[in-house]
């Protein structure tokens, strides 16, 4: 296993039993876990390379996430589910079956999606809480010029939804968001009189997308961070 990095006290636990946070935190908080041989309340405690016991009996360091980027290709199915081709079915990864992908990308949509095993992380790109930018590359039918009133937002059925930004070159509009409702860049593009022919995301935060269709690879850390735009 690579090097563990520094942890919460209350996340090595949850991940190391396979236990909920809440529950990681009551055992810490209800004295039953050392860290080197010390009882330890603190769940916010960073550990590295020390030896956490549970009851009296040491627990394994939880193994590194999994970050993957993946250039995804029309016609597989943003899931973990087995009926149809998943995007799953793309990754070599000895332990593809632990991964989830972070967002959806619509089965005939391409381009960056991130594979992790981080429920933590997903949740932070995905909510709109946290601003996350997501770019995409759109060819529609209709005058691509059309698009730019996206900038003021556009009322669908109960949402409103304005783009952060829209660049029109040719007939490619770029077009930035920060949230990721189910459809929203073609609902978005239809409130315009326009019909999208292809939709690719090409960036999330600061992670923009560097291999080819149908390929992958995993993420460093600092890549991970980049992301959330740290
Ligand atoms: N917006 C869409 O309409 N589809 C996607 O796959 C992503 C964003």
Redesign the pocket.
Known sequence: MKGMKVVRLDKFISKSLGISRKDSKQLILSKRVKVNGKIIQDPSLKVKDKIVEVDGSPIESPEENIYIMLNKPAGFVSSTSDKESTVLDLIDHPRVRELHPVG???KD?TGLLILTNDGDFTHKVISPKYHVEKE?EVIVEGNPQNALKLLEGVKVGKHFFKALKIEVNGDAIHIVIDE?KY?????MMEAVGLS?RS?K?IRIGGLKLDVEEGKWRELSEEEVRKVMGK
């Open positions: 959806r990308l619509d949509a995409y990721g459809h929203q860049v073609k609902l999208v939709l995301r």
